[in-house]
């Protein structure tokens, strides 16, 4: 999967095929046409409400593919910024360094398969040393 790069239609494409549900009944679910449906598998991205019926259809949380790929490729906010803006948000706040299992394991993946060295996951991917390593030897890459 290429977290980089998201082409939702092709993920959901994927996942009915996964799942083999029959066309007829995610029709009748979306409430739409078999042609709208095959064009939503072509399409790169869909409007979150129709997102989220997929989600459920298809029970596959597609809004996560889109925090990883926040947490992998987004930059690092300015700490000048962050500090100079003091308005409360509206919205909850989410710590960017929450690493969960599937990203944990997407990037040891690389390491393991020789497509990055450590030092170019921790540049790319702006992951602290200390937390590379841990996972390392928490996973047994790395000798204790």
């Not at 690092?76 to 710590?95: C, E, G, H, I, N």
Request: hydrophobic share 35%.
């Amino acid at each position: 999967m290429d977290l980089k790069n998201l082409n939702i239609g092709s993920m959901i494409k994927d996942r009915v095929a996964e799942n083999d549900i029959e066309m007829s009944r995610i029709c009748k679910f979306l409430n739409t046409s078999e042609n709208e449906v095959l064009n939503m598998y072509q399409s790169s991205s869909l409007d979150t409400e129709l997102l989220l019926r997929w989600a459920k259809l298809l029970e596959y949380d597609f809004f996560r593919l889109y925090s990883q790929h926040l947490i992998l490729y987004s930059p690092q906010s300015s700490m000048d910024y962050v500090q100079k803006r003091k308005l409360p948000d509206s919205l909850p706040a989410f710590r960017k360094s929450l690493y969960n299992k599937e990203i944990i394991e997407f990037i040891l993946d690389k390491i393991r398969k020789g497509e990055m060295t450590k030092s170019k996951v921790m540049s790319e991917y702006k992951i602290p040393k200390s937390t590379l390593y841990k996972w390392l030897h928490k996973y047994s890459l790395i000798e204790k």
